[in-house]
Nanobody, 126 residues
């Protein structure tokens, strides 16, 4: 069993930055694949950024160049650094993990993951 705990959400004005963190417990070290998803009110949850053991990363086109996903194996923590935030980025952000190794667009497929956090809210005002 893997528990994922997200933190770092909050309210920010457009153009601002936030860094989300996700710390898994139950996984002794990073292996497999991890990702960030988001769900805005009235919309389906969708993948934002993913990474795997080989440190391959993949981003949704809407955030490419503004968001950076990274994993610090010394802290066993997944991060999502978000810059130039826009009101459209407003959503609940979820951390996801899997013991399977994925690459490319499979990193942003919801069905690739079987462990999920409770979410952290990001609100961007104009």
């Amino acid at each position: 069993q893997v528990d994922l705990v997200e933190s770092g959400g909050g309210s920010v004005q457009a153009g601002g930055s936030l860094r989300l963190s996700c710390k898994p417990s139950g996984m002794p070290f990073y292996k497999g694949s991890m990702a960030w998803f988001r769900q805005a009110p009235g919309k389906e949850r969708g993948g934002v950024a993913g990474t795997n053991l080989e440190y391959t990363t993949y981003y949704d086109e809407s955030v490419r160049g503004r968001f950076t996903i990274s994993y610090d194996n010394t802290k066993n923590t997944l991060y999502l650094q978000m810059h130039d935030l826009k009101p459209d980025d407003t959503a609940m952000y979820y951390c996801a993990a899997s013991y399977s190794l994925y690459g490319g667009s499979l990193l942003l497929r919801e069905g690739s993951y079987n462990f999920w956090g409770q979410g952290t809210q990001v609100t961007v005002s104009s």
